[in-house]
């Protein structure tokens, strides 16, 4: 049984009877498989079906929510009592209709992952371990990871929209590990959005794999990153990892509404350079970030967050909307109905400028070039992040020059962004899986080519 076989109106007034201004119903049911090769060996198989109902009212600008996985009108009205009896607040008297509905368009997909055999699934998966061992004998482990699923929910809510989605993602990844002496580096390479098995068209899984073991490689004959302030050119390869952890966390409502943002209260300021805009996008066709509407029935939208260096606005949920006086804009996301949802980015990305990659690299006499960044860390109540950097190269009399290992990138994201003074005409995509309180969800970043001026590399005295 799915939601538009029930009495949506009785449940939601039911959950809203000891009061609140806010009701929604969430059911989800997903699919998924799960493929895992360590050492040569498929070391795990998972696949299954997860289906559920969470119910939420806000009351009071505070929260209370409850899950099942009995998807029964029965066993909703019992969990709407549950949560009813957390809040208590203002009656709730408008009118609930149900009669809008609206279906999410999705995405197009070339060739569905449940039209694929669980042996081709295996399949590319061992060509993908066999290439990356095949690279060199300094290659020590391999893991590659394929993974599928296709979501399916319904959004009903107080105010009477009826919402329906669906969604089919796919991600192949591998990551491999190298050393010679006491040396050894690790590489690391994804692909995947909401695609289905033709990701594999672009990208062949033994380029993937081959990407992975090369970098690994390179970097062990590498020498140690010298340290100390200098500029750097993050490559539009690099993903966009500097956009998501310098200031994409700091502009999620929630954080700045607790005070936990070093972008807090800067509506109208200056924080980045006038060569810099900031932009998040639901609405990029396919991208491991994108959804028709988010995970509480708002359209996904693409929000421009700064505009020339100066701060435009937040990204909302309706929770923190309502806390503002505004309308969410489409960033409410949960990682499964058993969380209720939460401001996250989706597609988040700094806008391309006119200049040529080349010339952004030919204005740097001496400093480091960042072809490929590693994982990353941020304090969002003061800005300041650490990255490390998994591929990165010296830049010399306006050229890159050789590789060097163990880069780290040091700094604090209202003041480094300040300091672009170049940004390429180019624009290249990271994908991940993006944690906050406990929830995961899938995002894509963004950035092209961009000149710092000037900013703490860690490495080698």
Known sequence: MTLENMDLSRILRTALSGGGEFADIYFEEGTSTSIVCEDGKIEK???GTDRGVGIRVISDLRTAYAYTNEVTEKALLALAETVSRAVRGKEFGAAIDMRSRLVGPGFAIKTPPDGVSLQDKVAVV??????????????RQVMVVYRDGRVRTQVAN???????????????????????GEVIQTGYEPVGGFRGFEIFDGRRPEEVAR???SRALMMLTARKAPAGMMPVVISSEAGG??????IGHGLEADLAQAGMSVYAGKIGTQVASPLVTVIDDATIPNARGSYSFDDEGVPGQKTVLVENGV?????YDRLSAMKDGCASSGNGRRESYHAKPIVRMSN?????????PESVIREVEKGLFVRKMGGGQVNTVTGDFVFEVSEGYLIENGAVAEPVRGATLTGNGPEVLKKVTKIGNDLGFGIGTCGKEGQGAPVSDAQPTL??????????V
């Open 451 to 460: 000149l710092i001026s000037e900013i703490t590399v860690g490495g080698a």
């Open 211 to 213: 990407t992975a073991a």
């Open 126 to 139: 061992r060509r993908a371990d066999e290439a990356a061992r095949r690279m060199d004998d300094r290659v």
């Open 311 to 315: 701060l435009k606005r937040y990204l």
């Open 45 to 47: 198989i998972v696949a």
């Open 348 to 356: 988040t990305l700094i806008a391309p400028g006119e200049t040529p």
């Open 241 to 246: 990892t500097m956009v998501h952890e310098a």
């Open 158 to 180: 107080s105010l009477g929209e009826f919402i329906e989605t669906s969604r089919t993602g796919t991600v192949f990844l591998s990551q491999v590990v190298a050393a010679q």
